[in-house]
């Protein structure tokens, strides 16, 4: 009789202090990143609208949160196909009437503001492959199901490619691969999984990196051979047949070593490798040249302190320069003068680096690592595996953008256009990504209920 007494109740005599926990990272996190939009925007031209825009969205963005909060998630369950059906719909209609912004299709004009419907796919696409998951729970550790999810997700990401958005695909990836593991499948078919996404993102790397030294193809025949397959051919049809011919002689090897190994195991190794081969090529064939930049900017940052790596060093630089207590609010000389570029968006974790120094950064990531714990327990405690598949969903979604963007201020990963959650400028990402958050706190206020 509690448990439903609870249930009938207000969502605040359901708060806990998990709850609070949630709230104020979400709160603190907001609060971080609008002082240090204030601050790295104020040169800026349009530093009006940017800061318009900025609070417009934070008010809307509450409204999300509290609709995410209110709205019983379940019914994102029911009516998965109008969902995922919506999804697809918004981004072909970004494609035939969205504006083209820096090479990218990915902006459309709503209600007199700009917005992007890769942000809003990020959320609904876990809502729907969550429930996806969930209605074959007892088939996981089969290879059917695994493919099937692949294939629901794909015209999502396909689409996304088109703009073209190859930073976002790369989220979407970790966040399937979270969900595809916490919904139960098997790891050899997430280890097979990683392992056609790894070569499908790192042949690209590494074919930039090849014409970009053309001193290490030179006098080698087989690397020549594996640099043209950067680009489609006879050859890429040459190495396929290989690999499966490869395949095959390393099956009747260890037959004939008597090792018990079944020949599907060779199989799928040269389907893995094909794909990725295959896939890569793709995606290389779509990369724009200031992207290939970022790849330099991250393999050989010396090469062009001024061009590919200028964006990478300023951060670097603007990190250092903050100590432990940093510069203070509205002296960051790397940002307001102008030395680090895209401060308010993509590098905005180096502006809070150099402003509030070690402590405002580490707090930053404080917050985080709260809120993405927070998310995760929501998940453990979720009444039903749909709300546990779908905070899975949520949390890998902010741990991929959380390492990925500070990496990339780092250095230690290129320069993705890949935002920090709630920190970062952009109002599509901070409005989808509260309405996330009210979602997690909708299951998570639910999870003491029988019905």
Known sequence: MMLMRAESGSFRSRMDLGTWALLFSALGLVLIGSVAILSAASPLPHYGR??????????????????????????????HKFVYALTILVLIAVLIFGRTVRGHRSWMRLG????????????????????????????????????????????????????????????????????????????????????????????????TLLAFRPELVAGYPAVQFFASLSQPGPNMVIAIVGIF???????????????????????????????????GGVVNHQIKDYQRNRVVAMVAPEADPQGASYNVNQALVAIGSGGLQGKGIFQGTQSRLGFLPERHTDFIFAVVGEEMGFWGAGLALLLYFTLIWRIVTAARVARDRYGFLVCTGIAAMFAGHLFINVGMCLGIFPVAGVPLLMLSYGGSSLVTTLWALGIVL???????SFV
């Open 245 to 279: 011919v490869l395949g095959g002689l390393l099956w009747r090897l260890f037959v004939m070593a008597r090792a018990p190994i079944h020949w599907l195991y060779f199989m799928t190794g040269s389907l893995i490798v094909a794909g990725g081969l295959v896939s």
């Open 112 to 207: 007199g503001m700009n917005f992007q419907p890769t942000e809003l796919a990020r959320v609904t696409m876990i809502l729907v492959l969550a429930k996806f998951l969930d209605a074959r729970a007892n088939k996981m550790h089969t290879l059917t199901p695994v493919l099937q999810a692949g294939a629901l997700v794909a015209p999502i990401l396909l689409l996304i490619l088109k703009q073209p958005d190859f930073s976002s695909t790369v989220i979407f990836f970790l966040i399937i691969l979270a969900m595809l593991f916490a919904a139960g499948a098997s790891i050899h078919h997430l280890v097979s999984l990683a392992g056609y996404g790894f070569l499908t993102f790192v042949l690209p790397v590494v074919w």
């Open 50 to 79: 940017i800061i318009h825009v900025h609070f417009t969205a934070v008010a809307v963005g509450i409204l999300a949160f509290l609709f995410g909060v209110g709205l019983n998630y379940q019914l994102f369950s029911d009516q």
């Open 442 to 448: 909708n299951v998570h206020s639910r999870h003491y």
